[in-house]
Nanobody, 123 residues
Framework: QVQLVESGGGSVQAGGSLRLSCVAS????????VGWLRQAPGQGREGVAA???????TYADSVQGRFTISKDKDKNILYLHMNNLKVEDTSMYYC?????????????????WGQGTQVTVST
């Protein structure tokens, strides 16, 4: 069983930046697909960004050009750099992983989930 622990969330004004981190309990990032997904109150969970074992990255259209996903395989840490944050980015952000996925932004693809970290963007 893999445990994922997110950190780095917080409150920021629109236009600001945050960096989320996700530490895995064991090596998950070398070959698996790992990603960030989010869920706003009253809404379903949606994929934000993912990075596959070969380094291929996928982004939701809503964050393309503003968010960057990266991983440090040696330290088992996954990052999400978020720039130019918007009010609509306000959500609980989850780190997730799976051995193999076909649709990297689909929540149902993921086997392992963290507890989430809250991001709140205000005007």
């Amino acid at each position: 069983q893999v445990q994922l622990v997110e950190s780095g969330g917080g409150s920021v004004q629109a236009g600001g930046s945050l960096r989320l981190s996700c530490v895995a309990s064991r090596s998950l990032y070398s070959g698996a697909c790992v990603g960030w997904l989010r869920q706003a109150p009253g809404q379903g969970r949606e994929g934000v960004a993912a990075i596959e074992g070969d380094g291929t990255t996928t982004y939701a259209d809503s964050v393309q050009g503003r968010f960057t996903i990266s991983k440090d395989k040696d330290k088992n840490i996954l990052y999400l750099h978020m720039n130019n944050l918007k009010v609509e980015d306000t959500s609980m952000y989850y780190c997730a992983g799976a051995p193999l996925v076909h649709s990297p932004l689909e929540p149902y693809e993921y086997n392992y989930w963290g507890q989430g970290t809250q991001v709140t963007v205000s005007t």
